[in-house]
């Protein structure tokens, strides 16, 4: 008689079961059962690599919905897919190049795209493998990459009808310039860092020498630029 392990082993209870759902398609969904539809679209995760563990919280807090809505009879959809990621996927192809000394200008553009699209076959399949041993229940023969073709079009098409309503523009913002991607990056892919400064007073003399007056900036070097201050005409300071 053999008793209990000492400690649960998951390997092969998990790869059992999964396999076993897999295998009778338990995740495919049907859009002609009648029942009411339930649709998750994954958030992609980008093709930067393997997953973290905020990934891990959020695709088993999907997975539970997903499951939950299937077991009140919803017609449930998982859809699963993985995002390109552009400027991220770009550093990091970068970095992986440096490594065997080869930049990214030396090659071309035609040998670097290749060598994006070579790193997201890797961690492209490395990432649903991973959703895969988490025990997601994604429709797994829907995946989907952000690039395809057919989603591509999808993008453009739906950009160009919310433009076209007014619900997107181009407005004045402030942008982050990456010096080295030579490129503008959203604030999501900007990390902000933090440092101390010093604040300076300049004083400017009054013209008939009568007084000054003091600008405090943490921006001493546009003084050279100044040809003039401008105040508060309310301003007490400043009656005179």
């Given at each position: 008689e053999q008793g209990l392990a000492p400690?649960?082993?998951?390997?092969?209870?998990?790869?059992?079961?999964?396999?076993?759902?897999?295998?009778?398609?338990?995740?495919?969904?049907?859009?002609?059962?009648?029942?009411?539809?339930?649709?998750?679209?994954?958030?992609?995760?980008?093709?930067?690599?393997?997953?973290?563990?905020?990934?891990?919280?959020?695709?088993?807090?999907?997975?539970?919905?997903?499951?939950?809505?299937?077991?009140?009879?919803?017609?449930?959809?998982?859809?699963?897919?993985?995002?390109?990621?552009?400027?991220?996927?770009?550093?990091?192809?970068e970095k992986m190049l440096a490594e065997r000394g080869i930049q990214r200008k030396e090659i071309g553009r035609d040998r670097f795209v290749h060598e994006v699209w070579e790193w997201r076959e890797k961690y492209g399949g490395t990432i649903i493998e991973q959703l895969k041993r988490l025990g997601a229940s994604c429709d797994w023969p829907r995946e989907r990459f952000t690039m395809d073709e057919g989603l591509s079009k999808a993008v453009l098409k739906v950009f160009v009808k919310l433009y076209n309503k007014g619900i997107i523009y181009k407005g004045y913002r402030i942008i982050n310039w990456c010096p080295r991607c030579r490129t503008?990056?959203?604030?999501?892919?900007?990390?902000?860092?933090?440092?101390?400064?010093?604040?300076?007073?300049?004083?400017?003399?009054?013209?008939?020498?009568?007084?000054?007056?003091?600008?405090?900036?943490?921006?001493?070097?546009?003084?050279?630029?100044?040809?003039g201050v401008a105040v508060h005409p309310d301003d007490p300071r400043y009656a005179q």
């Open positions: 400690q649960y082993d998951p390997r092969p209870v998990e790869h059992k079961w999964y396999s076993f759902w897999l295998d009778n398609d338990l995740f495919r969904a049907n859009a002609d059962t009648g029942r009411p539809p339930f649709t998750i679209v994954i958030p992609p995760p980008n093709v930067t690599g393997i997953l973290h563990i905020g990934h891990i919280l959020n695709n088993t807090i999907q997975d539970i919905l997903i499951r939950w809505k299937r077991m009140q009879g919803y017609e449930a959809l998982w859809m699963p897919g993985t995002d390109h990621a552009g400027i991220a996927t770009q550093v990091v192809v503008a990056l959203s604030n999501e892919e900007a990390i902000p860092k933090e440092e101390n400064g010093s604040l300076w007073v300049i004083d400017y003399p009054l013209k008939d020498g009568s007084g000054k007056v003091s600008v405090a900036t943490t921006r001493p070097e546009t003084m050279l630029g100044d040809t």
